[in-house]
């Protein structure tokens, strides 16, 4: 089959095409996604490829009907796809641990999505709470482990309603696990600032952290080019924000990195820009590609919630298709339009709705 080139002329070469499953799920991460797809859609027509989107309604309004985020067979359903775009998980009725631990959490397992990478960066147009920084003085990446650690189900409530109630909470480190994902933080450091900072908390968690810490030692050496240093996770929270030029790429837990990342969002600009990405780096399985924000019951329904994370996010998903020169086109329209300034969204200070934002996007791309 043909595609058509910018100048319309049909060109002979094969068309690539991709299945993209979308959850737009819950509150905000509906509107969200409805207008990354656009962006996306334009992205693929102008660098001659398509995507095939199919959308499941897995989300707290299924659960309500049906007691299921999912169905049974949801994660074998999801595992035919190139790749999935999420909007968000979560809304008021429904206990989160129930929501999350129904769709999101599940997803990240079974399809060994064990990377979850976040990057922040101050874009052009926004400003940071740290009103003096420039935006290469503010921009990383964290990598948080996905699969394990403090998000565990081992654990129980005893005794409950006795005064002698207790709840045990265990956390889970394997040597697999913190090894592989302290190893893909040397192997990304290689490709931007030489320098990795791993989150710690060694003085206080004593089998855990040691543990983690001793693993991040023994990789290290293998990096010899690769600045290695460790914080703990109380004192790097606060050079996050006094010293951001000082951090790229950040390592850290599942619960250290889920903290650390809101925290980066909020100082390059807030979580309605930042985007992330649950890989799977040997591509086993699809990769899984959300905003760090979550369904924003605050503001759902009202048609102003900030698309860009999830375009951002979308753009991630591109680059993880092979399609890094479509991925470019997204993040340069992203700063062509934050940066005139015009059509932007309440929470950067604009007055534009959420449609209009990823509209003005998309006719950038
Ligand atoms: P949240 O990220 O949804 O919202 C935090 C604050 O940021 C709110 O004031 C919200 O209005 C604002 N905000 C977030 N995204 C925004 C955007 N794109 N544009 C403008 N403002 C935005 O966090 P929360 O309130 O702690 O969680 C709400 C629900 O989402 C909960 O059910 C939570 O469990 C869930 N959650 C889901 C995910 C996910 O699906 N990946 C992530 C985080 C939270
Ligand atoms: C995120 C979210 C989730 C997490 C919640 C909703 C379980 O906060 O993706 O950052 O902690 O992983
Ligand atoms: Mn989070």
């Given at each position: 089959m043909?595609?058509?080139?910018?100048?319309?002329?049909?060109?002979?070469?094969?068309?690539?095409?991709?299945?993209?499953?979308?959850?737009?799920?819950?509150?905000?991460g509906v509107d969200v996604t409805v207008e990354a797809c656009k962006v996306l859609d334009a992205a693929a027509s102008k660098h001659g490829f398509s995507l095939r989107w199919t959308e499941f309604d897995y989300s707290c309004e299924r659960y309500a009907k049906t007691g299921a985020m999912m169905p049974e067979d949801g994660v074998e359903t999801l595992s035919g796809f190139d790749a999935v775009l999420l909007g968000a998980v979560g809304f008021p009725g429904v206990p989160d641990h129930v929501s999350l631990w129904g769709l999101?959490?599940?997803?990240?397992?079974?399809f060994s999505q064990y990377v979850n990478l976040r990057p922040v960066r101050l874009l052009p147009g926004t400003t940071s709470v740290l009103a003096d920084r420039k935006a290469d003085e503010l921009e990383m990446v964290i990598v948080r482990e996905n699969s394990e650690g403090e998000y565990s189900t081992l654990g129980g409530r005893h005794n409950q309603g006795q005064p002698g109630e207790f709840v045990l909470q265990e956390s889970v480190f394997t040597r697999v696990g913190?090894?592989?994902?302290?190893?893909?933080?040397?192997?990304?450091?290689?490709?931007?600032?030489?320098?990795?900072?791993?989150?710690?908390?060694?003085?206080?968690?004593?089998?855990t952290m040691p543990f983690w810490d001793e693993i991040f030692e023994l990789v290290s050496a293998d990096y010899p080019d690769v600045e290695a240093e460790q914080c703990h996770i109380d004192a790097l929270a606060a050079r996050m924000v006094q010293r951001p030029d000082r951090l790229d790429v950040v390592v850290a837990s599942n619960l250290f990195g889920d903290i650390l990342s809101d925290l980066a969002a909020a100082v390059t600009g807030g979580l309605g820009l930042a985007p992330s990405g649950n890989i799977n780096p040997e591509g086993t399985h699809p990769s899984m590609f959300e905003a760090v924000h979550g369904s924003a019951p605050d503001i759902a329904g009202q048609g102003i919630a900030n698309p860009v994370a999830q375009i951002l996010?979308?753009?991630?998903?591109?680059?993880?298709?092979?399609?890094?020169?479509?991925?470019?086109?997204?993040?340069?329209?992203?700063e062509q339009v934050l940066a005139e300034g015009r059509v932007i969204t309440p929470d950067l200070g604009g007055k534009a709705t959420t449609e209009q934002l990823g509209s003005a996007i998309a006719a950038a791309v």
């Open positions: 043909g595609t058509v080139s910018d100048s319309g002329n049909k060109v002979a070469e094969t068309a690539r095409s991709y299945d993209i499953a979308t959850i737009p799920g819950d509150g905000i999101l959490i599940p997803l990240r397992r079974a913190v090894e592989r994902i302290i190893r893909y933080a040397f192997e990304l450091a290689r490709t931007r600032s030489l320098r990795v900072c791993s989150a710690t908390k060694s003085n206080g968690i004593v089998h996010a979308g753009a991630m998903m591109l680059g993880q298709l092979g399609e890094t020169e479509a991925a470019r086109s997204v993040d340069v329209a992203v």
